[in-house]
């Protein structure tokens, strides 16, 4: 599977972005996907996740209630629609592919390049 994220930018504490992961090679629908961050001198860390029908979401609880994963199989697309967007949120996002959702980026086969959200106060 090859991951293209987008939708990255700059905007304003309490402002909005919605990122966008681009799926092609592979049957779409049969993969869980997730996304994680990572902030400057900082490990990676998860986000959200959502299992391949979409029935089942998980989010870290420093994004619950202000983020939402989301997919279309039609489009062969995952999202990430981020409100209340705090400084904190700043790092690049990464959209990642596999067998099950999970908080664990060992979990995941296949990665996107990554897509930069910066937050200014």
């Known amino acids: 599977v090859q991951l293209q994220a987008s939708g990255g930018g700059l905007v304003q504490a309490g402002g909005s972005l919605r990122l966008s992961c681009a799926a092609s090679g592979r049957t779409f629908s049969n993969y869980a996907m997730g996304w994680f961050r990572q902030a400057p001198g900082k490990e990676r860390e998860f986000v959200a996740a959502?299992?391949?029908?979409?029935?089942?979401?998980y989010y870290a609880g420093s994004v619950n209630g202000r983020f939402t994963i989301s997919r279309d199989n039609d489009k062969n697309t995952v999202y990430l629609q981020m409100n209340s967007l705090k400084p904190e949120d700043t790092a690049v996002y990464y959209c990642?592919?596999?067998?099950?959702?999970?908080?664990?980026?060992?979990?995941?086969?296949?990665w996107g390049q990554g897509t930069q959200v910066t937050v200014s106060s």
């Open positions: 990642a592919a596999g067998p099950g959702p999970g908080r664990d980026s060992t979990q995941y086969d296949y």
């Open positions: 959502i299992s391949w029908s979409g029935g089942s979401r």
